[in-house]
DNA sequence: GCCGTTTTCGGCCCGACTGTTTTCAGTCG
């Protein structure tokens, strides 16, 4: 069992304490451990094969037991007890807004609800009316939750479904019968999140590749097996297309699977300008095929220049390779050069400043910005000035002893709902950089939370907005605000734009990288990474950058470190 | 359940908001 697993049984296991109202931090230490579990860089059965999971903080006697038990043998007596006491839809009502274990309890105990089905239809019949605490605004608010519950149901985050989309095609690669295979539609268009996996592959023998296909030993049911296309679902409960095609047919079909709808329906009808006719299987003309070996054949047989998968939503990008104006060269990960907003031990991240720097070292990078929290963000334990110069003194230390890299002091200083700071000036203008974001107050009126974000933004020693709506995939909905208001003030004050990296956020999102760069506004790629390997997340930054159509210039994080430097200074 | 150079017992991060209530419990971050 890998550390990910493990920290979901715990987790887990602190829900369930908290449905049965244990002792508050009892169900903290479960928290704290999960979180421990997830941030341990070393080989976590090597650990408790060494008997050195006490040494982590946060993992005590009872839990290194629990943990070897889940490592040893899969699966914890002390957890499948627990598992028993409450039905699984039960824990799934916790998911919806506003719903927290006290209520989800009485609502189980006193009407009996055990799904969130079940509640939705209670909530509809006002059979919470009758259970005390409850009203009516609680009522609508709760089938307010499970409607955007349901909403994103069926979608998963973006790594999940490139890794599981990777895994399948490693094995398909396998088989003797596959010539060319390609991941297609959303996930190659790098959407932000994604529904469903579409493979397409070619092959003569399209019998046998769906037969592999169908035999994969993470598939958990069957939907259609045909005999150029099937489907299944995975036991992640992924959805997987596959397509079968010949060779000759792969780039047309490869274009038409990677879509959208609406880039196609649009390049069509410039086929059908051209006398020609574009589908799955070829561009025609009249009963002739055009060849084409590539997408690059075809996009050129059309007189168009390449399009790139993550460009195709039809806004503008056809357009756009008519007059061969498309950006020149998208921004690729090996164009990173740093990145901002990074929290350490200090606050609420699982690794210490210095298991950060070695990570950003070891991916190649230059400098990273070290940005933990202000001390109003107290769930995550924020810093009061003087930690925050107990962590300067430990950066300059670092600082003195590392070559070609440098680390960045900044902070991520809480905006308050009246847009003023949650730090002093005098101690924001000792740092290299300041990224402002909301963390409370989510409820206010679009024009409140815009004059509030923007107020911050204003300060003269604020670099940027972190994840400027605040939106969670699957989780909460962003606070109202007008982005485009912000970014016309990022550029009147000089300033620069976060697009936060981390899948659940990807905020904000690639329609407002388009904006900012007409804007010349230079966007960050922030990773918000909480842990080391969250630093990689920049990876899938730059794919939401790359839809966006940023090229390295207009990715402040691919500048020459000098060059950050002057920008850091520009706007103070 | 975890932790500890004031402590092996007794703390453990807490303020704001919401919706329900008339003084507060539950939820969230």
Known sequence: MNKKEIAEILEEMAVLLELKDENPFKIRAFQNGARAVEGIEEDIEKLSEQKKLTEIPGIGNHLATLITELIQIGFSKDHQQLKKSFPEGVLKMLSI??????????????????????????????????????????????????????????????????????????????????????????????????????????????????????????????????????????????????????????????????????????????????????????LFKGKKSLPCKTEEDLFKTLGLSYIEPELREDVGEIDAAQKNKLPKKLVEFKDIRGAFHNHTTYSDGAATLEQMVHKAQSMGFEFIGISDHSKAAYYANGLKPDRVKKQWKEIDVLNSK?????????????????????????????????????????????KDMTKRITTALKNKYVTMVGHPTGHLFFMREGYPVNLHTLVDVAKDYGKSVELNANPHRFDVDW?????????????????????????????????????????????LTTWPLKDIMKFLKSYR
């Not at 995975?234 to 047919?249: A, F, M, Q, Y």
């Not at 904006?515 to 899938?540: C, F, L, M």
Request: hydrophobic share 35%; net charge positive.
């Open 97 to 282: 807004q506003g719903l927290g274990p006290k209520k989800v309890k009485v609502l189980y105990q006193k009407l009996k609800l055990k799904t969130v089905e079940e509640l939705e239809e209670a909530c509809k019949q006002h059979k919470l009316l009758k259970v005390e605490g409850f009203g009516e605004k609680t009522e609508i608010n709760i089938l307010k939750g499970i409607e955007y519950l349901k909403k994103s149901k069926d979608s998963h985050l973006f790594p999940e479904a490139l890794d599981e989309a990777h895994a399948y095609m490693d094995y398909l690669s396998k088989s003797s019968h596959t010539q060319r295979i390609s991941i297609a539609g959303s996930l190659r268009r790098h959407k932000e999140t994604i529904r469903d996996i579409d493979l397409l592959i070619s092959s003569s023998n399209p019998k046998e590749v769906i037969k592999t296909f169908v035999s994969y030993p993470l598939v958990n049911r069957i939907l259609a097996e045909g005999e150029t296309k099937s489907a299944v679902i995975l036991k992640s409960r992924i959805n997987v297309d596959l397509r079968v095609v010949t060779d000759t047919e792969y780039p047309f079909a490869l274009h038409y699977f990677t879509g959208s709808k609406e880039h196609n329906t649009h390049l069509r009808s410039i086929a059908k300008d051209k006398g020609l006719k574009l589908n799955e299987y070829g």
């Open 402 to 446: 590392l070559k070609n890299f440098k680390i960045l002091k900044g902070t991520e200083v809480d905006i308050l709902p009246d847009g003023t700071l949650d730090f002093e000036d005098e101690l924001l203008a000792q740092f290299d950089f300041v990224i402002a974001s909301v963390h409370s107050k989510f409820n206010m009126t679009e």
């Open 511 to 555: 329609r407002m990288c388009k904006y900012a760069k007409s804007k010349s506004v230079p966007i960050s790629i922030n990773p918000d990474a909480h842990k080391t390997e969250g630093i990689e997340d920049i990876q899938y930054g730059v794919g939401i950058a790359r839809k966006g159509w940023l090229e390295p210039k207009d990715v």
